[in-house]
């Protein structure tokens, strides 16, 4: 890394590393409208901050911050940044900084531990393949951050100070730069609320939200899921995937299993009730990509059930632990079960530990009956007795029809998240970011042109058109014109011109 020390250094080539050393996620915020289409790995490290707490408090901080971002909710160009949290270094780190910190009086004991800071994450950035080193230190309130400057001259790093901190002596009040993080939240989260943007894990993946797309045959398709992602779900399903069909090579079934860059964590939900077949399956190679496995326990259509899938594995506890069991013991990734509420309550809740015991991450639960399919409502009760019952997160799907009310179940059943499907349908805002039915359709026509091709891309985008004009006053003749239309032009122009 040659030396460079000015503000115009992210005024690269999009294809540039850059490592952005943050300290806090106010000082992130300040930062991220200049970080826009770049390929930026955010280092959080302030091993400085005592006691532990404090550091824990703002590292969740600042992955929340960049969640926020990857998720879409701070707007585009965000889909590259990343976080690493280097936990190995804060531990030598507190042995080190104890042999400095009581070296000189004031300012300058500080300023031994910014440089000695610096210089270990400048290594991590040369030793690992970044082109630009950046830093937010100098927006501290710090009254030396001139010498802090120095100090990156000194060391000799490629680095960038952010414009927009710089003012009167060269650094942003903490004041100013925790208002620019409140700006960001207010901007771009509108009605989103703290409650369904707070992470969680799944094992050992964290979700960055409590808002979750559901699998739907024929509807959650990979241009469908970008939207969704588009819009702030913090997980997306691909349909329901048959695991002996991915042992077969089965084209359409592997057409199921495509994604895009923002797709994350990326799920598959599988369905088969053969623990050999399954096991097989998640070894395959067109499956590792993905960061989480859901096997589907609750179908109820006939010709899913009726072959022993789906929800006609409600009725049998022991093969269901056998499959998790042995699932468990050829995948390391997390394995989630989706299934339905049993006649029986009690049973309900004695399936639900059963799952746990063979070794489930999660659950899922539509607290409908097999019976039922789609009619009546769910059994809100019976949600929060499973949650009560289990030691893993449980995620309701099923009756979520916005925002509010799913924050409502958040809080009143003991659930971790909230699971929406045909709500989701043509309102892909429900996820916390409004989009217009026009530019959710042509960008959803886009993915789906470069997966499948402009033929299927135009079939598949129809059975959406009812959903999303559905409260147009000439809702009837948009979706018969856009029906008819036999090419991808003559469907574009009708649509921009509605």
Request: net charge positive.
């Amino acid at each position: 890394m040659k030396k460079k020390f000015n503000d115009n250094c992210l005024n690269l080539e999009n294809n540039k590393k850059i490592l952005l050393h943050v300290c806090c996620a106010p000082c992130l915020a300040a930062a991220l409208d200049k970080l826009k289409h770049k390929d930026v790995t955010v280092f959080f490290y302030n091993p400085n901050i005592q006691p532990f707490e404090e550091w824990d408090h703002r590292k969740c901080e600042v992955e929340k911050l960049v969640d926020l971002a990857r998720s879409g909710l701070l707007g585009e160009g965000f889909e590259k940044l990343s976080l690493i949290v280097p936990t190995q270094l804060v531990d030598n780190f507190y042995k080190a900084i104890q042999n400095y910190r009581f070296l000189g009086e004031g300012s300058e004991r500080c300023l031994t531990c910014i440089k000695h800071r610096l210089y270990e994450t400048y290594q991590f950035a040369k030793n690992n393949g970044f082109d630009y080193f950046a830093t937010t230190l100098t927006a501290s309130p710090h009254k030396d951050a001139k010498k802090i400057n120095l100090i990156g001259n000194e060391l000799n790093f490629n680095m960038y100070i952010p414009t927009d901190f710089k003012k009167n002596s060269g650094n942003l009040k903490s004041k100013e730069i925790c208002e620019s993080f409140k700006i960001y939240r207010q901007k771009y989260c509108g009605c989103v609320l703290d409650t369904v943007v707070t992470p969680f894990r799944i094992g050992n993946v964290k979700i960055p939200g409590r808002l979750v797309l559901a699998p739907m045959a024929g509807f959650s398709d990979v241009g469908f899921r970008y939207i969704a992602k588009k819009c702030g779900a913090a997980l997306t399903f691909t349909e329901m995937v048959s695991a002996k069909a991915l042992i077969y090579k089965n084209d359409k079934t592997l057409d199921l299993l495509r994604t895009t860059d923002i797709e994350f964590p990326r799920v598959v939900q599988l369905f088969g009730h053969d623990s050999e077949v399954i096991c097989k399956a998640v070894k395959l190679d067109v499956l590792q990509k993905f960061d989480i496995i859901n096997l589907n326990m609750g179908c109820p259509m006939p010709k899913i059930y009726k072959n022993g899938d789906g929800a006609a594995l409600l009725e049998k506890p022991e093969l269901v632990f056998d499959i998790i069991a042995n699932l468990k013991k050829n995948t390391e990734k997390p394995i989630t079960i989706k299934f339905r509420k049993i006649e029986n309550i009690e049973k309900t809740i004695e399936f639900a530990q059963t799952c746990e015991k063979a070794g489930a991450d999660a659950l899922i639960l539509h607290a409908r009956t097999k019976s039922q399919l789609y009619s009546g409502s769910v059994d809100w009760d019976c949600l929060k007795l499973v949650a009560d019952n289990v030691n893993i997160p449980v995620i309701a799907s099923g009756d979520i029809k916005d925002i509010k009310q799913a924050e409502d179940c958040l809080k009143k059943y003991n659930i971790k998240a909230v699971m929406i499907g045909r709500a989701a349908i043509g309102n892909p805002g429900i996820f916390g970011r409004n989009i217009d039915p026009r530019d959710a359709i042509l960008l959803q026509l886009k993915i789906n042109c470069e997966n499948f091709g402009e033929r299927k891309a135009l079939l598949d985008i129809k059975k959406h058109i009812s959903y999303y004009f559905k409260c147009y006053n000439n809702a009837n003749k948009i979706r018969q014109r856009l029906l008819d239309a036999q090419t991808l032009e003559e469907f574009k122009s009708i649509l921009q011109n509605i």
